[in-house]
């Protein structure tokens, strides 16, 4: 963009750069291009193909996953580990019912046949990355955890499905809690003899959608032609991280493509870095795009 400020070549089409501003720090809002796009200062633009450029390793990523943050609330029973009838491990309840949960997922969400078009590394996966509990001693069977993770959701399955399958698997496990496995012979999840039933509680974050490239489009071709004049070769791929706003985008009727310059190896590494020479044929796809789009 400074250079295009410098040269003022005579152009047929306008180029706009907009900042995302807050990726990093999402807590900070109204500002960056998602204000711009809730206030509809980016609307003139839907004329022209929209590059995002948040992605890496010098290809076109023409696919990326939706994300839905979920917490298992797990309620048991405390007790001594010398006792373990009269308690209700909150632990194991937790294990059994995130395996129930996990099998109902991939059942109702197996891999799409889009994924391979668009070659996906992977399908849609739900797992844990967390796991609390409040303490205690090594001899106390705990009465109650939370199970932290993620959804990543390719773009061919709806985000407001998923979440509603989920707490529909949480609820029959709820009702359910003499099917479910147990660990042992006296492993057991209610209480008869003090009415007392163990329970879960699904919770989610604010979860966001994948995006699903128009491979048809103009432009997607020009980010093609201008990737394999530039770099030498031209290779696009999708994965199930996750982007902000570019759905949201996509369906106020943006075409929206995405590529970047850094290195995927050295993603939210502690040492983070890029290489300049894939800055500088980053620059040449940009202007083999503007020269593409002058045609």
Request: glycine letters at 10%.
């Amino acid at each position: 963009m400074k250079r295009l400020a410098e040269t003022k070549p005579k152009l047929e089409s306008t180029v706009v750069a907009v900042f995302i501003a807050n990726e990093e720090n999402s807590a900070i809002t109204g500002v960056g291009v998602d204000a711009l796009v809730k206030d509809g200062l980016l609307d003139k633009l839907k004329g022209g193909p929209l590059f995002w450029i948040d992605t890496a390793d010098k290809q076109p990523c023409i696919g990326t996953g939706g994300m839905i943050p979920w917490k298992l609330q797990v309620t048991g029973k405390l007790f001594h580990s010398g006792l373990p009838h009269k308690a209700i491990n909150a632990l194991e309840l937790g294990m059994e019912a995130l395996k129930e949960i996990q099998l109902r997922f991939y059942k109702d969400f197996p891999p799409h046949p889009d994924e391979q078009v668009y070659g996906f590394a992977t399908p849609s996966t739900m797992k844990p990355t967390q796991w609390n509990y409040p303490g205690g001693g090594i001899n106390q069977i705990p009465g109650e955890c939370t199970i932290s993770g993620d959804v990543r959701l390719t773009p061919f399955y709806n985000v407001k499905d998923v979440m509603s399958k989920l707490q529909e698997y949480v609820d029959y496990i709820n009702e359910n809690l003499n099917k479910l496995d147990t660990r042992g012979p006296v492993s057991k999840y209610i209480l008869h003899d003090e009415n007392l039933r163990g329970s879960l509680t699904l919770t989610f974050d604010e979860a966001m959608s994948g995006v699903a490239c128009d491979l048809n489009s103009r432009g997607f071709h020009v980010l093609c032609k201008a990737t394999e004049e530039a770099v030498g070769h031209v290779k696009p791929y999708s994965i199930t991280g996750s982007l902000p706003l570019i759905r949201e985008l996509q369906d106020e009727g943006f075409d929206v493509q995405t590529a970047g310059y850094g290195l995927m190896a050295t993603y939210h590494a502690k040492n983070e870095y890029c290489l300049l020479s894939d800055m500088c044929q980053g620059y040449h796809v940009f202007t083999g795009i503007i020269a593409q789009l002058e045609d």
